[in-house]
């Protein structure tokens, strides 16, 4: 059931990410999508990623178990610290422009305050 939950999941996920990547390819490049809608799918696009990322990896581990755990049991340990290291590698790269990417879209802006005094 865990590896049909998390294999479910990351397919989603990962085509989510797909179509959001898609239609940031495909956008239309006017000035207020570069506010609001460039980044919001940039960030649906990453968080899907992520998740399809971590489904993966808890699919591997399912299928690990269930494949190698009658058998040989001193070797899952070591595979799945070395599939794992690839995805929490993009993870730790990629992160901090997720962080940057929705406070700046979502943060405070330099563009929403107007000054009430009047420049000659």
Same mark, same amino acid.
């Given at each position: 059931?865990v590896?049909?939950?998390?294999d479910?999941?990351?397919?989603?996920?990962?085509?989510?990410?797909?179509l959001? &990547?898609l239609?940031?390819?495909?956008s +239309?490049?006017? =000035?207020?999508?570069f506010? +609001?809608? %460039?980044?919001?799918?940039?960030?649906?696009? *990453?968080?899907?990623?992520f *998740?399809?990322?971590?489904?993966?990896?808890?699919?591997f581990?399912? @299928?690990?178990?269930l $494949?190698?755990?009658?058998?040989?049991?001193?070797?899952? #340990?070591?595979?799945? !610290?070395?599939?794992? $290291?690839?995805? !929490? *590698?993009f993870?730790? %790269?990629?992160?901090? %422009? %997720? #962080? =940057? *990417?929705?406070f700046?879209? &979502?943060?405070? @802006?330099?563009?929403?305050?107007? @000054?009430? =005094?009047?420049?000659?």
């Open positions: 059931m590896f049909l939950a998390a479910t999941l990351a397919l989603f996920s990962s085509s989510t990410s797909l959001m &990547f239609g940031i390819l495909t +239309r490049y006017s =000035e207020k999508d506010l +609001r809608s %460039l980044p919001m799918k940039m960030g649906i696009g *990453l968080l899907t990623l *998740l399809s990322i971590a489904a993966m990896l808890i699919a581990g399912a @299928s690990l178990h $494949v190698l755990y009658h058998n040989v049991n001193w070797i899952m #340990v070591p595979i799945g !610290l070395v599939a794992s $290291v690839p995805s !929490l *590698l993870a730790f %790269l990629q992160f901090p %422009l %997720l #962080v =940057e *990417l929705l700046s879209t &979502f943060g405070p @802006s330099i563009f929403g305050k107007q @000054s009430d =005094e009047i420049i000659m």
